[in-house]
């Protein structure tokens, strides 16, 4: 499980005062009886009265959800936002033919059928389509093992966003048709172009988990980023007699990444040779392109022949960018993009057809509350996860939300019994309103802390179901909110967005 620590702060682990609330404290709120309270803690002889210092906010989690939170909060949200890839739902479109009428085998057929109309043809080359693998052969672990991953990617992810090319300089902008259907790269380039395309290029590293645990050939994903490998070969096939001469097997690396204040997104797709067998497959090289369905546009596509063998991984690299009308207010629209590559050879009569391979979907938006303007994009898919650790700098309320868990109140982690985000400011209010009344008692040092979060649709106001609070430490409380506020500006978690929290 890969996860980033929380913040290495110390915290003392204060002691919860063992005795229950009676009704009597809370009779003038008629929601908020210790019946309707699933965990307490709350001392009835230490009143907040007593402290001369004004009492604590509780402010874990409902402030101001139109306000934005400070680079500390955020620095919170980050640290405490689980990073471990889960997988996508299968769709029709994942790692299969997109837009493709026929099935392959048809669309070999007719290629072949195609390529012996040609005077002097011989050969012709047909594509396979991406499959899923039971287990990975040696000699494809192989393949893998040439590249070295790093552990994080987000650095060099923030770098190649932050310089993606324009589209008003390159004019790569796709028309709306293209768009909707790109299902012919373009033509292969000249036999020397290759060297001079790939000059000053290089492959994004793909995170280390996509070859650890994306093997199985389907889409990790992560909030910002998702990876996955499928399995292909392309063969080349006598015209005369239709049958496969030689062939080159190989997988194929998709690798695509977001940011979360960014309106473009890139995609990378890469090819590993396996193995190969018989004729008309040396000088085998590839090119490709790529379309966008939903939302989207292509503003950059670099996908030039390059040669494919054992010392040859050919890739092609793609930026999109939103169409959500920014200038109009909490807009928000979803997008996918779609990879297309065809193999060349001098052999051949034609190129082979297009195989292609679309990511899942990317939402964009500008309705983050607290960052009006912002425009940022996600793995929609994706659910994200806070984590709050019993032995971190906020144990009581790590323990309060484990013990809330425990009773099956909604958002434990590993379930899909989520948590969804409330972001109306009075709703929030009423929420905390109901599990902490202002007539409860507030011990020294001491706030209510109420589970579900004020901050969800599941809180007591609106949940209509059972809720916990606790009077715990104040300030632990109120920090553990700052970070579930940087949580979800860092996540992106709009209203209605679901997510978990795992207490570890």
């Known amino acids: 499980m890969k996860l ?200 994004w590293r793909e995170p280390r988990w996509c070859r650890d645990e994306g093997v199985d050939m389907t889409w990790y994903i992560e909030r910002l980023r998702g990876c996955g490998i499928w399995r292909a070969e392309v063969n080349a096939i006598d015209v005369r007699t239709g049958s496969r001469i030689g062939g080159i097997r190989y997988l194929v690396i998709g690798y695509s990444f977001t940011a979360r204040d960014s309106k473009t997104w890139a995609y990378q797709t890469q090819l590993l040779e396996v193995s190969r067998w018989g004729r008309a497959v040396t000088g085998t090289k590839v090119y490709g392109s790529a379309s966008c369905t939903g939302k989207c546009k292509v503003t950059h596509k670099d996908f030039p022949a390059q040669a494919i063998n054992s010392r040859a991984e050919p890739y092609g690299q793609f930026f999109m960018d939103t169409t959500i009308n920014t200038a109009a207010a909490k807009q928000r629209g979803t997008g996918r993009s779609i990879a297309s590559w065809k193999f060349s050879n001098p052999e051949w009569v034609a190129p082979s057809d297009a195989t292609k391979l679309s990511t899942v979907e990317v939402r964009c938006d500008n309705a983050l509350p607290g960052a009006p303007r912002q425009v940022g994009c996600v793995k929609l898919r994706a659910v994200p996860v806070i984590s709050y650790s019993l032995t971190g700098p906020w144990p009581e309320v790590a323990k309060h939300i484990k013990d809330a868990q425990a009773t099956g109140l909604p958002g434990k982690y590993g379930t899909t019994n989520y948590l969804t985000r409330l972001t109306n400011g009075s709703k929030i209010t009423e929420n905390r309103k109901k599990a902490c009344p202002s007539s409860l008692p507030r011990p020294s040092g001491k706030s209510c802390d109420e589970y579900p979060f004020a901050s969800t649709w599941q809180g007591a106001r609106y949940s209509g179901g059972p809720f916990s609070r606790r009077m715990i430490n104040a300030t632990q409380n109120t920090d553990a909110g700052r970070a579930l506020n940087g949580f979800y500006t860092y996540s992106r978690v709009l209203d209605g967005d679901r997510f978990l929290v795992w207490i570890r």
């Not at 404290?25 to 402290?51: H, K, M, N, W």
């Not at 101001?64 to 029709?92: K, M, Q, R, Y």
């Open 4 to 203: 980033r620590k929380l913040l290495a702060t110390a915290a003392v682990t204060l002691g919860l005062l063992g005795s229950f609330l009676s009704s009597a404290q809370a009779e003038d709120d008629s929601g908020a009886t210790s019946d309707t309270s699933l965990t307490t803690g709350v001392a009835t002889t230490d009143p907040v009265t007593d402290d001369p210092s004004p009492a604590p906010d509780d402010t874990d989690t409902d402030s101001d959800p139109e306000t934005a939170p400070s680079a500390e909060d955020i620095a919170l949200g980050i640290e405490g936002t689980v990073h471990d890839p889960a997988t996508a739902p299968a769709t029709s479109e994942d790692g299969q033919f997109i837009g493709l009428e026929t099935d392959p085998q048809t669309a070999c057929d007719d290629q072949v059928k195609s390529a012996a109309q040609t005077p002097d043809a011989q050969y012709a080359a047909c594509a396979s389509p991406l499959e899923p693998a039971g287990e990975i052969s040696s000699e494809e672990r192989a393949a893998l093992s040439r590249g070295d991953a790093p552990a994080d990617t987000s650095a060099a992810e923030s770098a190649v966003l932050a310089a993606a090319p324009d589209a008003g300089q390159t004019g790569q902008e796709d028309s709306p048709q293209e768009a909707m259907d790109d299902t012919t790269p373009a033509s292969a380039p000249e036999d020397g172009s290759d060297a001079s395309a790939a000059a000053a290029r290089s492959p």
